[in-house]
């Protein structure tokens, strides 16, 4: 029954009063965890040369709209390898997305589905995995790059909404804490880490033009840099404007300094895509002999900018799960119910007791607690950022013979940076532009 049965039997021992709509969320979570670990595997040197004896993963692979080529795909290996997880993990996401769409409550027979067949959905997915290993080459690493790239657009996005929700939630409850508390010391822990944030990201901004950009050239570099930093200062501005403060009285430099460090981030990972030795001396490029060149000896396709978007990937996807927003605005906008708003009627005040043990209960009899198909959609575009940044938005080009960066990844990640940055500000002028809504 743990293998096919409901959610909540899976760890109703080490977590008696969990409810199923988050039991759920983490073991969908897990799986995309787990495709991302495989897919981790995959690119490491020395599995890398062992997929050469996966049959048929490396013939083809000059195979270019019917036209053969002999092209040498020993380097792009765990390229591809990380792109057919990718896109195993898509599909395995967007087929639920499709079965649960309109699930209105647990009484509805797909719900079971959703929360239950752990066994059976494991399967599925190595099921599509190993199909995924057997797709023709042709075009398929190029068109799956440009669903990448707008996928991961749009986790970026997603991932902008979240951090600018935890930094006016992060504000709201140390101010608040203030308030009933020893306010100085709040206070004081509050200029403290915006201090930090700002200072970490004025450092960086400096080595981003020591290292980005020369005296001569990188005019896209400089440009970047400067029109974002020109950006952050004005957002900190007009956070702590007296008419932004009297709408909001909880809006403030904590925030302001968060979404900074996350924009200087952003444009550090947009440089780091660059096309130009010159200009990107963290440039990575792999030839069809599989020789690897760089400033210094790589042994994997990760830089700094990956591992911390890798970072920032989990905690934004457990984010995903694991919470509902303080904010109403954010729970319309991510399609939860409000913290404590959740169809929990059915469970009780206490949740049965079974043998005299409190098990895990059933919180959506009267209604679900998060929109299923949008969860899906979530990590489907979850999935699709880590494939991207795993493989360092590199492709290979048109003549199959190097792995480099396009300028599409720089100019996607600089957009998104700037959207980024217009959607807080938007947040701190919407209760003066909209003075009728509500905004608490």
């Not at 709201?172 to 944030?197: M, P």
């Not at 729970?331 to 043990?357: I, R, Y």
Request: neutral net charge.
């Amino acid at each position: 029954s743990c293998l096919c049965g409901s959610a909540p039997c899976l760890l109703c021992g080490c977590c008696p009063s969990a409810k199923n709509s988050t039991i759920s969320r983490l073991l969908f979570t897990i799986f995309l965890f787990l495709g991302t670990l495989v897919s981790i595997i995959m690119i490491i040197p020395g599995v890398e040369k062992e997929l050469h004896k996966l049959p048929g993963f490396c013939e083809g692979s000059g195979s270019v709209l019917g036209v053969q080529t002999n092209v040498d795909c020993s380097s792009f290996l765990g390229h591809k390898a990380v792109y057919r997880m990718g896109f195993a993990m898509a599909s395995f996401f967007c087929l639920f997305a499709v079965l649960m769409v309109c699930v209105r409550s647990s009484k509805d027979p797909r719900a079971a589905l959703q929360n239950g067949f752990w066994f059976f959905k494991f399967l599925v997915l190595v099921g599509i995995t190993v199909g995924a290993f057997y797709i023709p080459d042709g075009a398929f690493t190029s068109v799956w790059f440009y669903f990448g790239v707008v996928g991961s657009f749009l986790f970026i996005l997603i991932q902008l909404v979240l951090l600018i929700d935890f930094a006016h939630s992060w504000s709201q409850r140390w101010l608040h804490n203030a308030d009933e508390g020893s306010a100085k010391g709040w206070y004081a822990a509050l200029c403290a880490v915006t201090f930090i944030f700002y200072a970490a990201s004025v450092a960086a901004v400096v080595l981003l033009y020591v290292y980005y950009t020369k005296p001569e050239g990188c005019t896209e570099g400089k440009a970047f840099i400067s029109i974002n930093l020109i950006l952050c200062l004005i957002v900190s501005v007009v956070s702590i404007l007296p008419k932004i403060q009297e709408a909001q009285p909880h809006s403030g430099l904590l925030q302001a300094s968060l979404i900074t460090l996350y924009t200087i981030y952003v444009t550090w990972s947009a440089l780091a895509n660059v096309p130009s030795k010159r200009c990107n001396p963290t440039l990575l490029v792999r030839n069809s002999t599989g020789s690897a060149t760089a400033t210094e000896p790589l042994t994997t396709w990760w830089d700094a900018p990956s591992i911390v978007g890798l970072v920032i990937f989990i905690l934004c996807t457990l984010f995903i799960s694991l919470r509902s927003s303080d904010h109403p605005q954010v729970n319309k906008l991510m399609l939860t119910e409000e913290s404590g708003a959740g169809a929990g009627a059915g469970a009780g005040p206490g949740a049965e007791e079974e043998g005299g043990v409190r098990r895990a209960y059933d919180n959506e009899q009267d209604g679900v607690s998060y929109n299923y198909t949008f969860f899906h959609l979530c990590l489907l575009l979850a999935a699709l950022y880590i494939m991207m940044t795993l493989t360092n938005w590199y492709r290979p080009d048109e003549s199959l013979q190097v792995l480099s960066s396009p300028w599409t990844a720089v100019w996607v990640k600089i957009c998104s940076s700037w959207a980024g940055l217009l959607l807080y500000l938007w947040t701190l002028v919407a209760p003066l532009v909209l003075p009728d809504r509500d905004f608490s």
